[in-house]
């Protein structure tokens, strides 16, 4: 009676972890479907954000900095606030590695939001045609 018991409750779970990871995939196939079509807004965002796992806000938080405008950002001032955070949380002097990595990423997404803006700017300056073309 015992074992009878036990063989239903291993069925039953397997039924209900089966039943998990096909959602899990559906859901997983969804979003790289959603991100692929551009579902994101703004120049490359869905990518960017799925390349880094931070919005450009929170990168700009982590680093305690203001976010790039009109294509420009301080990057001497970037590049020192990450070095002094990153080194400030070493994991050998007792810093947290979690951290470490959330200040590279925040770094990482910074730049490459600068990165993809210079890009676009430099295309219209080589292409003016182009881009009133697009602005309509």
């Known amino acids: 009676m015992a074992h009878r018991l036990i063989v239903q409750i291993a069925m039953v779970g397997s039924r209900v972890v089966g039943r998990a990871f096909v959602e ?17 807004s703004g120049v490359g965002s869905g990518r960017s ?8 806000d929170e990168a700009c938080k982590i680093l305690n900095v203001s976010p790039p405008k009109a294509d420009k950002a301080d990057l001497e001032q970037i590049t020192e ?27 990482e997404r910074i730049e490459m939001e600068v990165g993809q803006k ?13 881009s009133v073309k697009d602005a309509r």
Request: net charge positive; glycine share 8%; aromatic share 8%.
């Open 24 to 40: 899990a995939y559906r859901q997983a196939a969804a979003t790289q479907r959603h991100t692929a079509q551009g579902g994101s």
């Open 49 to 56: 954000l799925a390349a880094s796992g931070l919005t450009l």
């Open 81 to 107: 606030r990450f070095q002094r955070l990153f080194d400030l949380n070493k994991p050998e002097q007792g810093g947290s590695f979690y951290l470490q990595s959330k200040i590279l990423r925040a770094r």
């Open 118 to 130: 210079e890009a676009v700017a430099q295309q219209r300056k080589k292409n003016p045609a182009e």
